[in-house]
């Protein structure tokens, strides 16, 4: 079964563009030219969304924002397009649950190899990790992107998700900051270190009183500890 990628942007030649590439890739298709729409489409449930930040009625970040507030969109996959560039910009949209970001002008061929790259992530991660972890309290569903804390339901965006599961996976070893950013975003992504601070420190929140299941090993990057 193809994927489906939701499209959104105000620039209609831009939609266009994508949506013909894409499909000459053999995805499905969807578009949007504003952020409502975006969120009436992502109903739908698209495997990913290529999303402008600079839109009238509805930001980028208010879409996000959203879908993440949503159960039935939660975990779906959010790249950002965008013309602004500076890494504050790029952590305001991790810190709402993006999972990466395409600077414009926009360029064909890096966005159907970020594409291939990231479904061609998801699939090794589903099939590297179909079971069920439990550290104590947290019960971590793989398969189903869901997990429990103490019997209570808590909801991760995907890229917080995974960096959970493979620190969870490899608890007791040290895992350095490139070795996470290699592993749960890919070799061939550019993000910068910050980003996996930013999703520590989310995970840790969502976490509680648990949150020192994760260590900060200072200088190197992070640790996972079951408590005993």
Request: glycine letters at 6%; aromatic letters at 8%; charged letters at 35%.
């Amino acid at each position: 079964m193809s994927k489906t990628i939701l499209v959104v942007d105000d620039e209609k030649d831009i939609v266009d563009l994508l949506k013909y590439n894409l499909e000459k890739e053999g995805y499905s298709v969807l578009a949007a030219n504003n952020g409502k729409k975006a969120l009436e489409q992502a109903a739908k449930k698209p495997d990913l969304i290529l999303l402008d930040i600079m839109m009238p009625e509805m930001n980028g970040y208010e879409v996000v924002k959203e879908l993440r507030r949503n159960k039935k969109t939660e975990s779906i996959p959010v790249v950002f397009l965008t013309a602004k560039g500076s890494e504050t910009d790029e952590i305001v949209g991790l810190e709402l649950g993006a999972d990466d970001y395409i600077m414009k002008p926009i360029s064909v061929g890096k966005i159907l190899a970020r594409v291939r790259t990231l479904f061609r992530r998801e699939a090794k991660t589903t099939a590297a990790h179909d079971d069920i972890i439990k550290v104590d309290e947290l019960e971590i569903n793989v398969p189903n992107y869901s997990a429990t804390l103490s019997h209570k339901e808590i909801s991760f965006p995907r890229k917080e998700f995974e960096t959970l599961v493979y620190l969870a996976k490899n608890r007791g070893r040290v895992i350095t900051r490139e070795g996470l950013l290699n592993a749960v975003w890919g070799e061939n992504v550019y993000v910068v270190d910050r980003t996996i601070d930013v999703h520590i420190r989310k995970i840790r929140e969502k976490l509680g009183k648990y949150a020192d299941y994760i260590e900060t090993v200072k200088g190197v990057g992070y640790r996972f500890k079951a408590k005993t």
